[in-house]
């Protein structure tokens, strides 16, 4: 059984910093993950992605020179950096793995999912 646990979210001021955190376990195989947000009435949005080999980012344009995804296979767990933060960035957060490959932005490409983490950010 493959469980991914986020951790971190929380709420900042405009400008503020976060980290959040995904732990795999289980069957740890994966192609990439990625992290996703949903804001209400909104439809999820990927938002960044690390591949397990080559540890290549992709980020989404909303996050690109804010955001930073990195992992750490040691610990089986990604981590995703989150400065300058805006209240347009308030959204459930979630992590996924892909053992698929494909399209690292199409929540559809993803076969594991986390529970969500949720991120507020005050202006």
């Known amino acids: 059984q493959v469980q991914l646990v986020e951790s971190g979210g929380g709420s900042v001021q405009a400008g503020g910093s976060l980290r959040l955190s995904c732990a795999v376990s289980?069957?740890?195989?994966?192609?990439?993950m990625g992290w996703f947000r949903q804001a209400p009435g909104k439809e999820r949005e990927g938002i960044a992605a690390v591949f397990s080999n080559s540890g290549t980012t992709y980020y989404a344009a909303s996050v690109m020179g804010r955001f930073a995804i990195s992992q750490d296979k040691t610990k089986n767990t990604v981590h995703l950096e989150m400065k300058s933060l805006k209240p347009e960035d308030t959204a459930v957060y979630y992590c996924?793995?892909?053992?698929?490959?494909?399209?690292?932005?199409?929540?559809?490409?993803?076969?594991?999912w986390g529970q969500g983490t949720q991120v507020t950010v005050s202006s």
């Open positions: 289980g069957h740890t195989y994966y192609v990439y």
């Open positions: 996924a793995t892909s053992a698929y490959g494909g399209d690292w932005t199409r929540s559809d490409n993803y076969n594991y």
